[in-house]
């Protein structure tokens, strides 16, 4: 650091500033622990949490966080609706007599619960444990025909795990690979 010529003076206000923002961002820091703490207990009063929990990779504060975003999963009639919500539906393409085999997602959702679940497939193939998401995941990425990008089977697991945190919820049972 005695070599680092940063273009400003020590005396420059912006240097002067430094201190107290580091000291703010440390507090907004700890802040933000203390409620995430508040909304992992507030969570493990829901009854979905056990069941969302069971699932690899997931932990407490990505099962929070879903449940959060999730709400009341009774209100979803069908998985159909649930995967609207969180805008992984596939947006329709039609071209006369041709359909696209590879649609996009529709992302008219819910953004965060969106991110949420892909956080959670990524985690879960991180985790390379034999388990029938990572395999779907892995499938997607090496099938001989038209392989996906990561990106892209991230997503489809995102879809999948969607459907699997619904059908957990709705069951009141956990998982079971």
């Given at each position: 650091?005695?070599?680092?010529?940063?273009?400003?003076?020590?005396?420059?206000?912006?240097?002067?500033?430094?201190?107290?923002?580091?000291?703010?961002?440390?507090?907004?820091?700890?802040?933000?622990?203390?409620?995430?703490?508040?909304?992992?207990?507030?969570?493990?009063?829901?009854?979905?949490?056990?069941?969302?929990?069971?699932?690899?990779?997931?932990?407490?504060?990505?099962?929070?966080?879903?449940?959060?975003?999730?709400?009341?999963?009774?209100?979803?009639?069908?998985?159909?609706?649930?995967?609207?919500?969180?805008?992984?539906?596939?947006?329709?393409?039609q071209s006369g007599d041709i359909d696209g085999l590879h649609l996009k997602i529709s992302k008219k959702g819910n953004k965060h619960l969106r991110c949420l679940?892909?956080?959670?497939?990524?985690?879960?193939?991180?985790?390379?444990?034999?388990?029938?998401?990572?395999?779907?995941?892995?499938?997607?990425?090496?099938?001989?025909?038209?392989?996906?990008?990561?990106?892209?089977?991230?997503?489809?697991?995102?879809?999948?795990?969607?459907?699997?945190?619904?059908?957990?919820?709705?069951?009141?049972?956990?998982?079971?690979?």
């Amino acid at each position: 650091a005695k070599e680092c010529y940063s273009g400003c003076e020590i005396n420059d206000i912006e240097v002067l500033k430094l201190p107290s923002l580091i000291e703010n961002v440390q507090e907004q820091k700890k802040k933000c622990d203390s409620l995430l703490k508040e909304m992992i207990e507030i969570a493990r009063t829901c009854p979905y949490f056990a069941s969302v929990v069971s699932i690899v990779g997931i932990g407490e504060n990505l099962a929070a966080r879903i449940i959060a975003e999730l709400g009341d999963v009774s209100r979803f009639d069908n998985r159909a609706a649930i995967v609207a919500y969180a805008g992984l539906n596939p947006k329709i393409q039609q071209s006369g007599d041709i359909d696209g085999l590879h649609l996009k997602i529709s992302k008219k959702g819910n953004k965060h619960l969106r991110c949420l679940l892909y956080l959670g497939a990524q985690c879960n193939y991180r985790l390379r444990k034999e388990d029938p998401l990572y395999e779907f995941t892995k499938k997607k990425r090496q099938q001989t025909q038209c392989p996906l990008s990561s990106k892209a089977a991230y997503t489809a697991s995102a879809h999948k795990l969607l459907v699997i945190i619904y059908s957990l919820c709705k069951n009141g049972t956990r998982y079971h690979s």
